[in-house]
């Protein structure tokens, strides 16, 4: 049976926005840590970020150019230093937020560096700059490339902090729970928008679940609707309203004073322990189907539980 394909209009790429070619292992040669691409005799000029290991065997060779004007080339290959950590009993939950980035069920709260706020004058000035030039001229060129420069900096600046706190909570922990949170429904809130894409939840658990993997560690994610803030982590009780402005409540029911986030962490631990251990639902109230895994019917839109 031949299937008809529907042809679409091509995505044109704009002429400065970069672009990257991938090598395979025929199309390259990899010796003393320097890389030859075919038809060059000689080597790239390569600054390495890291210490290549001696028995490094590259399958496949990356170059991307960068809009701000920076060559990148990544290499794929499998690092025999990678190990497991010795095993620990420590396990921790993590709620992830905007005034503090991480917040975990130990109570540790690490403050939101706010990368974006950092340079958004120079950044500002720079864009101002860029709208009056003529387009197509070189002097807008040179604003574009400090603009770009300026974004990458504020990148970088950024996946290195992320970098040194997930690998910190990586070597201290043997198990980490968070949340299944839907970021690019949430960036939708026009309010909220820059705050939540400043601090890249999804890169922090992409991050985690990778280094997890690799240091042999447990990663659990459990369902965005489980009611992590309302729900008391002392007697369990889940109050019918978590509006965000409140930040600190006591439950009714036990009269414990709860801190909003540091609550939210201990009830995602405890929701990833009950799954890892002896496979519990962590929601009272969602169907057999969807317990044993079935995907949830596609309707009417549900409302998040703050």
Request: charged fraction near 30%.
């Amino acid at each position: 049976m031949q299937v008809k394909r529907r042809l679409a209009y091509p995505n044109f790429k704009k002429k400065h926005q970069g672009g990257s070619a991938e090598f395979t292992k025929s199309a390259f040669k990899f010796k003393d840590k320097q890389i030859y691409l075919a038809k060059c005799t000689e080597p790239l000029p390569i600054r390495w970020s890291r210490q290549i290991p001696e028995a490094c065997d590259p399958s496949t060779v990356t170059v991307r150019l960068h809009p701000s004007g920076r060559w990148h080339i990544s290499i794929r290959f499998d690092d025999p230093t990678i190990k497991p950590l010795p095993v620990t009993d420590k396990a921790i939950g993590i709620d992830l937020g905007i005034s503090s980035l991480v917040i975990t069920s130990d109570g540790d709260k690490v403050s939101n560096p706010k990368h974006f706020k950092k340079h958004y004058r120079r950044l500002r000035k720079a864009q101002k700059s860029l709208s009056r030039k003529q387009k197509g001229s070189k002097n807008r060129e040179k604003a574009r490339i400090k603009v770009a420069r300026i974004h990458a900096q504020i990148t970088d600046s950024r996946k290195d902090h992320l970098h040194k706190l997930t690998t910190q909570l990586v070597r201290e922990n043997q198990t980490i729970v968070v949340e299944n949170l839907a970021v690019k429904n949430m960036v939708k809130n026009p309010k909220l928008s820059q705050a939540i894409s400043d601090v890249s939840w999804g890169e922090i658990t992409r991050q985690l679940a990778y280094k997890c993997r690799w240091y042999g560690r447990n990663y659990i994610e459990i369902d965005r609707w489980f009611p992590s803030s309302k729900r008391c982590s002392n007697c369990g009780y889940i109050a019918e309203k978590m509006p965000l402005n409140v930040r600190e409540w006591d439950c009714p029911d036990c009269g414990t004073h709860h801190d909003r986030d540091i609550n939210a962490s201990k009830n995602i631990l405890a929701a990833g322990l009950a799954v890892s251990v002896c496979r519990a639902t962590i929601r009272p109230e969602q169907s057999k189907s969807v317990k044993a895994g079935a995907e949830p019917r596609k309707g009417k839109k549900q409302k998040p539980k703050s």
